[in-house]
């Protein structure tokens, strides 16, 4: 009898292709870039680490705003703090997918001071922007208490200090004013705050009214929702509600209807200024 070979089936080598991140950390400082957005990406990574003066590692850019990771925050709070200690105090731990997680944190000095009462970070599936993460419900509530409590200790510090960098970089024309308010942004900024769908764009809440000053010279592309949003956002935290408020404070004639992406830059840089002195 004849030995008849057994056929092999021949399985075709499929190649997943990772679909591209929406933020951007380390991976963008460890290779070439690519094209201009990775060339821009990777500036504001290192312009923004050169004004916190942390590692470029310790920061990401997520909808194209830089923000400090856990390893930036954490690089921060030891400078200002050496030997500063992260005690933890659980709520709730997930048990599941599903679940709920909910961790408390606090900062204690080297020599055993408490530096701020418990702060509450939480995590579910519906608060989570990336889809990818589901199943990590109790690091990220971990993580997000731990970056909350670095932020309520040493936030305001941080902010002043960049904001000083960020004055110096912009004056001997290191970066454009449009880098400098996506910089000062970052220690306000979090990857949970960032709208991570390209399709939904983060809501607005007018400033009430906007002041209506007539046509202006365009002097770039005019100011999209996300600018518009940023200048709502920041005027809202420092108590202002109208346009004429915001003038006022900043010292600037705002043509709301016209503003262009340099003008809007300006507007939140000087907001981002009166923030870190309050």
């Excluded at 009214?209 to 809202?236: F, H, N, Q, Y």
């Excluded at 346009?243 to 809007?264: M, R």
Aim: proline letters at 3%; one cysteine or more.
């Amino acid at each position: 009898m004849r030995k008849t070979k057994k056929k092999k089936n021949k399985r075709a080598l499929v190649v997943k292709k990772d679909k591209e991140l929406f933020w951007a950390g380390a991976q963008r400082l460890m290779r070439k870039p690519t094209n201009q957005k990775e060339v821009n990406e990777r500036a504001l990574i290192q312009f923004t680490a050169e004004a916190a003066k942390i590692s470029p590692f310790g920061i990401n850019i997520l909808g194209n705003l830089p923000y400090f990771n856990e390893m930036g925050s954490e690089e921060k709070a030891e400078q200002y703090s050496s030997g500063v200690k992260f005690v933890y105090n659980w709520i709730k731990r997930s048990e599941n997918d599903q679940d709920k997680a909910v961790c408390e944190c606090k900062l204690v000095s080297k020599a055993g001071k408490d530096l701020c009462d418990w702060i509450t970070g939480e995590c579910s599936p519906t608060s989570m922007r990336m889809r990818t993460l589901a199943g990590y419900q109790n690091h990220l509530a971990q993580t997000r208490a731990k970056i909350r409590a670095i932020k309520k200790v040493f936030g305001l510090k941080i902010h002043k200090d960049m904001m000083r960098e960020i004055g110096k970089m912009l004056e001997v024309g290191k970066i454009s004013e449009e880098q400098a308010s996506k910089i000062g942004s970052a220690i306000t900024t979090s990857a949970e705050e960032v709208n991570t769908d390209r399709n939904q764009p983060a809501p607005v809440v007018p400033l009430v009214k906007p002041l209506a000053t007539g046509p202006s010279k365009v002097d770039g592309l005019m100011a999209g929702v996300a600018e518009k949003g940023r200048i709502t956002s920041e005027a809202k935290a420092l108590g202002m509600e109208t346009i004429k408020e915001v003038e006022k404070k900043i010292g600037l004639i705002i043509d709301w209807n016209n503003l262009t992406k340099k003008q809007a830059s300006t507007v939140l840089f000087k907001l981002l200024e009166l923030k870190g002195k309050k």
